[in-house]
């Protein structure tokens, strides 16, 4: 069992990136990264020592860091995660960045969030544009009572909606819905790899091709859009023009997609006319 903070850094060598290693004392020892670089010679107690032996090895054993450390951060703001919610990935972001780009001076959009998770969107969006006026759905009630409390702490302003979809919605007219749903063929082996091995399989698969769930928002958004409003859905690498083919079928106008950081055409909108 390592006694210091520098015999743990060593265990963990080989094991997991340092980087990771680091975190994990981190959270352990409620101190800085530069605490952790500066005083190797520190020592844990047995408890400590106990806890990163444990977090080594669920890690090790490819659980998610974000799991073992109960969060993660989205647009420079902490959201608690647990099991129950999807992970927060930077890529999402790109979502918050394209409705403030549509946004005018003063407006106070009405905007729903469907497949909340974590809250991440539907918390951002509600911090980053004060006067909107914020729905968040999702069909698992322990994904949304993660969600209310990430609300709560950071002091956002959100409906929570248990809802499959549009379901429980009402007969709103939102000017924005956003969405990053499931989008992972059934059959992808990529489901098995990593970090998704650990998230909730709602929330990745959808059909032999990974639209399923695209398909059906996309054909019950105008329904639930203002004219003039829009529909933005994160989707996977390769499905960008399908997700465009899609939305011009039903009947959306100044279609296009955006890229993420890496290049990849990750998002996909549409007006309603």
Known sequence: MPATI????????????????RLLLREILGCSAAQISAYPERSLSAGQAQRFA???ERRVAGEPVAYLLGEREFYGRSFRVTPAVLIPRPETELIVELVLERLGAGAAPRILDLGTGSGALAVTLALEIPAAQVTAVDF????????AA???????????????????????????????????ADDD??????????????????????????????????????????????????????????LCR????????????????????????
């Open 189 to 246: 082996p990529h489901l098995g790899q990593g970090d998704v091995r650990f998230e909730p399989s709602t929330a990745l698969a959808s059909g032999p091709l990974g639209m399923d769930d695209l398909h059906r928002i996309a054909a019950a958004a105008p329904a639930f859009l203002a004219p003039g409003g829009w529909l933005l859905m994160e989707h996977g690498y390769d499905q960008a023009a399908m997700v465009r083919d899609l």
């Open 150 to 184: 990430n609300g709560a702490a950071l002091g956002a302003r959100v409906r929570f909606v248990e809802s499959d979809w549009f379901a429980a919605v009402g007969a709103n007219a939102f000017d924005f819905i956003v969405s990053n749903p499931p989008y992972i």
């Open 250 to 273: 039903q009947g959306f106008v100044d279609v296009g997609s955006a890229r993420d950081l890496a290049g990849i055409e990750r998002v996909t909108f549409g007006r309603r006319a």
């Open 6 to 21: 520098g015999e743990a850094l060593g265990a963990a060598r080989g094991a997991i990136p340092a980087s990771e290693a």
């Open 140 to 147: 698992s009630p322990t994904a949304l009572a993660v969600a």
């Open 54 to 56: 444990e977090m080594l």
